[in-house]
């Protein structure tokens, strides 16, 4: 008995070792879809990861929210529907929708059944398929700065241009107090005093690409183009170790 608890204190101990690797650069890689093959090997390197050519959307776009009108029936917010803005078009700048709404509304639009199917065997080369979780999340607007805790977290834009900017964990102690949800392109340098030490990088998302984040990096997506209604399919793939520092955050 003593020995298996043993084996698994070393086997704990092994998988924090690896979560707690970072990447000490900025660094951007980029694949096509047709070389996905390739993905698992690159998540080693700890970079965000864009992987391009994935195609039109076939899920989560406002011409098929529109066409399913038991989705329009979605609280946003108080005094604000789904079908409220499918009919207007337009989307709150402020909009902060809440989380169980975000992740129920992934699994009544098809995400979560496609990224279990689609996204979860990408990562069998480095992992075994019981090993791994996912979280998903159907984002409606921009997001404002969050630092990843999953294993691996994707951005999936369906409608939209969106500019992703990434940061390293590093540049969490340039941030002000109260970062989480604000904006780098809103910070000054009254509130940011370090504003110009923080390194990061701008990405332009759109349909058909996806962003690929490591943990512990820090990002934030703002729309860029507001023509249309900007959405973002939020995947969330956790082993036991991410999983667990998520619980905690």
């Known amino acids: 008995m003593l020995e298996i608890f043993l084996c698994l204190a070393i086997f704990f101990l092994v998988l924090v070792f690896f979560y707690k690797q970072k990447a000490e650069g900025v660094n951007i890689l980029q694949i096509e879809s047709d070389k996905l093959n390739t993905f698992h090997e690159l998540l080693s390197e700890k970079y965000p990861i864009v992987v391009r050519g994935l195609g039109e959307p076939k899920f989560l776009t406002p011409e098929i929210l529109k066409s399913t009108p038991r989705l329009h029936g979605y609280q946003l917010a108080p005094k604000l529907y789904l079908g409220d ?55 409606i607007g921009s997001i404002g700065l969050t630092k990843t805790a999953a294993y691996s977290t994707l951005l999936y834009p369906t409608s939209g241009t969106f500019v992703c900017s990434l940061l390293l964990e590093s540049a969490e102690k340039f941030l ?12 000054t340098l009254s509130d940011t005093p370090l504003l ?32 249309t209604i900007p959405l973002v399919g939020i995947l969330e793939v956790h082993h036991p170790i991410s999983r667990l520092a998520s619980s905690l955050a």
């Open 176 to 187: 002000p107090k109260q970062w989480e949800g604000r904006f780098l392109d809103e910070l």
């Open 85 to 139: 803005i499918l009919k207007t078009g337009k989307v709150p700048t402020n909009l902060k929708v809440p989380e169980e709404v975000r992740k129920k509304l992934a699994t009544d639009v098809g995400l979560h059944v496609w990224g279990e199917h689609t996204w979860l065997p990408q990562y069998s080369g480095e992992n075994p398929s019981w090993f791994l979780s996912l979280d998903t999340q159907v984002n």
């Open 196 to 227: 110009k030490e923080i390194q990061f990088i701008d990405i332009i998302l759109r349909p058909g690409h996806m962003l690929h984040i490591p943990a512990h990096w820090i990002y934030c997506c703002k729309v860029r183009e507001a023509d």
